[in-house]
């Protein structure tokens, strides 16, 4: 992979404590997280898995202050996500990448625009932006297709820009949601190298939900979810 940052900040550590969130009015209450805790290092991988509706989505959800939770402490870093104000969640945001399984690219966008999306909007700044757009997408195998909309492009590829999109403001955490759900397998396996290269290049903390027994096998640690609980965790030697 080409180095595209030379002074990326390091991965940042997820610590949750008692986390919960619910849905729906008094009658009707579903239990999304019921009351999660955990420890997640600094530059380390974990998987997220259990069936659907166990909770996998909302937890990343809450983590990334795309929702709040109800209850419970969120730490990010130096961030308690949980106790922020609207304009440090603001600032907290862009420190994090999420990449989701519907890769959410903007379809009337090149593949370069669309890695420039996160960038603060800054005519000054808009050569800079456009070469560190380009620098990802080299990094993730797509320095050809920057002028590409994501209509000529294959899923895998789509994906791809969708994690260049992620990864260029620097994220010390990325959060990722299914990331190979809607790819097949071969593809899918790609991607799960580029993730794990991502992580182990430059230290980039990873959270990712999937059903894909392959890509859970190939983190450093699983956590089985049920019902919004954390049922089981399982070391791996990663890899
Ligand atoms: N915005 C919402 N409003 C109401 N209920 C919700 C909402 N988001 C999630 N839920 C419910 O919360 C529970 C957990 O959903 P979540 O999407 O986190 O599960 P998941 O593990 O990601 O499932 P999947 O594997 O299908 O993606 C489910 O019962 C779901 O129906
Ligand atoms: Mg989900």
């Given at each position: 992979m080409a180095d595209a940052s030379a002074d990326r900040g390091d991965g940042v550590a997820v610590v949750l404590e008692d986390v919960r969130k619910t849905f729906g009015t008094r009658d009707a209450r579903i239990s999304?997280?019921?009351g999660v805790g955990l420890v997640h290092e600094a530059g380390s991988v974990v998987a997220l898995t259990g069936?659907?509706?166990?909770g996998k989505s909302t937890l990343l959800h809450l983590i990334g202050a795309i929702e709040r939770a109800d209850a419970g402490t969120i730490r990010v870093g130096g961030t308690v996500v949980t106790a922020a104000r609207r304009a440090e969640l603001a600032a907290y945001r862009r420190t994090i990448g999420f990449v989701f399984q519907r890769f959410h690219?903007?379809?009337?966008?090149t593949a370069r625009d669309n890695v420039m999306?996160?960038?603060?909007?800054d005519r000054r700044r808009a050569r800079a932006a456009a070469a560190r757009a380009d620098e990802l997408l080299a990094a993730v195998g797509l320095a050809d297709r920057a002028g590409a909309l994501p209509s000529q492009l294959s899923g895998g590829q789509q994906q791809r820009v969708a994690i260049a999109r992620a990864l260029v403001a620097d994220p010390g955490l990325l959060l990722a949601d299914e990331p190979t759900g809607n790819l097949d397998s071969s593809t899918g396996t790609q991607i799960i190298d580029l993730l794990l290269e991502l992580n182990a290049v430059y230290g980039t903390t990873l959270m990712i939900a999937t059903h894909d027994p392959a890509l859970a096998a190939r983190c450093g640690a699983s956590i089985v979810m049920r019902d919004g609980r954390i049922a089981q965790r399982i070391e791996g030697d990663g890899g």
């Open positions: 999304a997280v019921d069936r659907s509706g166990s690219l903007l379809p009337a966008l999306v996160p960038l603060v909007p």
